[in-house]
């Protein structure tokens, strides 16, 4: 299979936020995916890496946040990596549009807009790295 | 150019809060003390005009969702218009566009905030 990648380590700071979803919108449409489909890409990298500074390093800003584009023909592949506190797939508990509508609270959306936005969202731990991993897969139609 | 900056005028009873730039969790603070200076303020009829607006996460919505329930019971409402495509598909993804009412553009708003208070 016919694969690119190249990788951005980034601190663990919000600063970097722009540049990281900057990034991701540009490599969308390098990808071949559209202008509307890029800048939701561009959204749910940006909702992970909040994720990863906000909750896995609790706001630290001394740590790193490592991110891997793939491009095949298939699709963009959006690995994140991060040794914080991780999450796993069974965790990820998705809120109910319907009921945060009627009960408006702040948080809890990043989730579902990442899930909304890309065609797979998965979680996964390297028990020998002591790594957790964000993947964002985009398809290309 | 700052990563968000935000401007306020007075129109009427509605409060025209115009954010310039893109709404993430590095800027979120700036928006949110923008509208909790409003609600402060007894400005409760909330216009949020995004036509300078070219992004917002859910930082930026969260910002949002913690104080509609405030103004509403203040006899108030946010309102959002001129709306870019990317920052709408969010809101419509959502479902918050049955949530805010959303409006083409600022005159419009404006007017259906004014039909509100008669």
């Not at chain 2, 923008?34 to 949020?48: A, F, N, P, S």
């Amino acid at each position: 299979m016919d694969q690119s990648q190249f990788r951005l380590v980034i601190p663990s700071q919000t600063r970097y936020l722009n540049l990281v979803t900057g990034l991701a919108k540009r490599a969308s449409l390098v990808a071949g995916l559209d202008d509307a489909t890029a800048a939701k890409v561009s959204i749910a990298v940006d909702e992970a890496v909040t994720n990863v500074i906000i909750h896995a390093y609790g706001g630290e800003g001394e740590h790193s946040v490592e991110l891997e584009l793939r491009f095949t023909a298939e699709a963009l592949e959006i690995h994140i990596w991060h040794s914080g506190r991780g999450i796993r797939g069974d965790q990820m508990v998705l809120p109910d549009p319907k009921e945060y509508i009627k009960h408006p609270r702040k948080g809890g959306l990043g989730l579902l807009l990442m899930s909304r936005f890309m065609d797979e969202v998965q979680f996964k731990a390297d028990e020998v790295s002591g790594r957790n991993e964000c993947c964002l897969i985009k398809k290309i139609s | 150019m700052a990563d968000l900056s935000i401007a306020v005028r007075q129109v009427g009873d509605v409060a025209v809060l115009l954010p310039a730039g893109f709404i993430n969790a590095h800027t979120v603070r700036d928006f949110e003390e923008g509208l909790e200076d409003l609600v402060e303020k007894g400005r409760y009829t909330i216009l949020i005009n995004c036509k300078d607006l070219s992004y917002i996460s859910s930082a930026g919505l969260g910002a949002i969702m913690g104080l509609i329930e405030t103004v509403r019971e203040h006899g108030g409402d946010i309102l959002l218009s001129n709306l870019q495509d990317n920052v709408f598909a969010i809101f419509d993804t959502l479902g918050f566009t049955q949530l805010y009412r959303v409006f083409t553009d600022e005159d419009q708003a404006l007017a259906a905030a004014s039909e509100r208070k008669d």
